[in-house]
């Protein structure tokens, strides 16, 4: 399939669907005599966080107003759900929210409900829409983002169910999208799209197509506008941003984009994800030297047997993942190095399993996202016949968790006693008064701060500053602000 490489040159029928639903949503304004509101509710990676923020500033440019309750998604005139068909009970959540909206809808018939995300690439998902839930008004999928002014317009005018399910590989540069960017201080960048890999078990390249990089020259230029507007983090995003340019003509890799964002010089340059097969040495270098790019390694395993690996279609053995794991640990002084990994892969066998634990015990992973293996339909691994049985795939997971779980703490006892600069990202949950924040090495901080030293009516989000931790837990260590670092 061609990639469609759209910019804001050639978006006329974007621009005048986007007028026509202003004209619209005003005029519904008028006849309720105040502001229309939307909400937007996103499960899923940060590359539907990015897509949100995307669909977001496309709502607001009709002139809608977030709703200003906090929370309550169904009180919106706009409903959206950007859903996600990795993480656990995703259909539960979607059609548990369904069921929600349809009271909206009963008591006002100009809501609208409109469902997009990965979850819109399995066709029974959208049958049972189509079947169960007729008041929604539109469905469509991540390849199809770049449309939705045009498809929301649509769905109006003919007033009943629109689903555009369909497959183009779009890769959209310069202005295209206005962008609602979610965090003041933390600006999420795809520097490429899709997937090549195929992972027998993933939903991925089928939801999102084939695997595509930006334009360096667009990224480097998005980057730059966003450091000049006082973004302090930015986060590099893709699949596999290892592979970042295969298939442009310019010759530039992943590590050209890195290197690009560090001499921008934002206080932190952040990347995910990467895949073992294709991360270089250049990259691991340019983490250790460059003092603005991250300490943290996502690098997913998978599991530690390489009989599942090899079904897994994720081509390195865990002899060369456990390789790269002692690299980045030699070389990136402080580093953390997190990971993924799926127990109850079709085929795993309790020798499987106990190589995994191995495995993770050996890459002292600092954190991991832990999955049970669910299928999904339409990928290779649903139709292998070795499932594994619930009960034996809950029992392991437990068994890996105690493991993970144990080694995430005591790299958390390690940072007891010491310092370290902290981005601040607002209040924590942890109490009233307390503070939340990441480290360069990506562990989540819980801090106070000496009244003599708090700033007046200030608001804390995206300053930097040095906590002394004093307390270690599973997750997260605790501390106390010594000073800020960014004044
Ligand atoms: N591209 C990333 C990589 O390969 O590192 C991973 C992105 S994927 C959206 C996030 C994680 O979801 C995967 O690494 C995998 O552990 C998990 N995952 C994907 N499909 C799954 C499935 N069918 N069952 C359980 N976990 C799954
Ligand atoms: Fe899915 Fe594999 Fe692609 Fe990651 S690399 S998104 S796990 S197919
Ligand atoms: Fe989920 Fe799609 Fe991301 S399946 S994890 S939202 S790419």
Known sequence: MSIVKIDSNDNTEFKSATEELGVYFSSLAAKKGRKITYNVLTYGCQLNESDSEKLEGMLMSFGLTHTEEEGELAKADVILMNTCSVRENADKHLFGNLGVFKSSVK???DTIVIICGCMMKVEENVERIRRSYPY???VFDPQQIHRFPVLLRDSLRKSKQLVNIGAIDYIAEDDYFPIARQRKFRALVPIMYGCNNFCTYCIVPYARGRERSRNFDNIVIELKDLY????KEVMLLGQNVNSYGLNNEDGKTFKDVLEAASDIGFNRVRFMSSHPKDLSDEVIDLMATRPNIEKHLH????SGSNKVLKRMNRPYSI??????????RSKVEGGSLTTDIIVGFPGETEEDFCETLKAVEKAAFDAAFTFQ???????????????????VVTERFDRLLKIQNDLAFKSNEDKVGKTFEVLIEGMSKAGKGTYTGRTLSNHLVNFTIPEDI?????????????????????????GVLERFSDV
């Not at 690098?299 to 998978?302: D, F, K, N, V, Y």
């Not at 293996?373 to 009960?391: L, M």
């Open 454 to 478: 708090m700033p007046q009516d200030e608001d804390l989000e995206g300053r930097l500053g040095i906590v002394r931790i004093d307390h270690a837990r599973p997750y997260s260590i605790d």
């Open 319 to 328: 002899e060369q993942f456990l390789d790269i794991a002692s690299k980045f």
């Open 136 to 138: 929604v008004d539109l």
């Open 228 to 231: 000049s507007r006082g973004y």
């Open 373 to 391: 293996y669910s299928i999904r339909p339409g990928t290779k691994a649903a139709a292998y016949e070795d499932q594994i049985p619930k009960d």
């Open 299 to 302: 690098l997913a395993m998978q």
């Open 107 to 109: 008591q006002d018939k």
